[in-house]
């Protein structure tokens, strides 16, 4: 007793697909109304009007250089541009003790860290022959962003009362002092 299912063709493909798939009709181009700059027609063009391709001019090694230096001054100044998000997040966070404000001081000098680290490593990719001796001031500025970031967490432990900076924060060290008089009531 098996039922026999009888094989039906499969329905046509939507009018969207369809569309999707066929490419629009050709239009014949009206000579009085000109193509939009950068415009390539796709229609063939007779054997005379055959375009060329256009050949890109192969830059030089010194404007590879000079390109390759200014993406390297983009990098060295990236964490310029954090220290004003991070100046007001640090602002806004307060100075207590919470979960919030302790992992924001801790990204704070955990990137820069890391940063000063991976100096050299950000950079190979941008060291040549011709880049070489011009990159070092780049890097010098990178060093000196990223501990303008550390000072800005120092900053902040410091508002947060976690830097012993006062003469009571080491009272453990300090001696009882030896009073040279005593004075007595007398009665």
């Given at each position: ?22 490419p ?28 060329q ?73 941008f ?61």
């Amino acid at each position: 007793m098996a039922i026999e299912q009888q094989s039906s063709p499969p329905p046509p493909p939507p009018q969207w697909v369809v569309d999707l798939n066929s490419p629009p009709p050709s239009r014949q181009k009206n000579s009085s109304v000109p193509d939009p700059p950068g415009f390539v027609s796709s229609k063939p063009t007779s054997g005379k009007q055959k375009s060329q391709p256009v050949q890109r001019k192969v830059p030089t090694q010194e404007e590879t250089d000079t390109l390759k230096l200014k993406k390297a001054w983009e990098i060295a100044l990236a964490p310029a541009k954090q220290i004003p998000m991070n100046a007001i997040m640090m602002y806004m966070s307060g100075n207590s003790l919470q979960i919030f404000s302790i992992m924001m001081v801790f990204m704070l000098f955990k990137n820069p860290i890391q940063g000063l680290m991976n100096t050299n490593l950000a950079f190979t990719k941008f060291e040549t022959d011709g880049t070489r001796g011009k990159l070092i001031g780049v890097k010098i500025m990178y060093i000196l962003m990223q501990w303008l970031l550390l000072g800005l967490g120092v900053w902040k432990v410091n508002a947060m009362g976690l830097l012993p900076t006062t003469r009571s924060d080491w009272l453990a060290w300090e001696k009882e002092r030896v009073p040279l008089e005593q004075a007595y009531f007398a009665f």
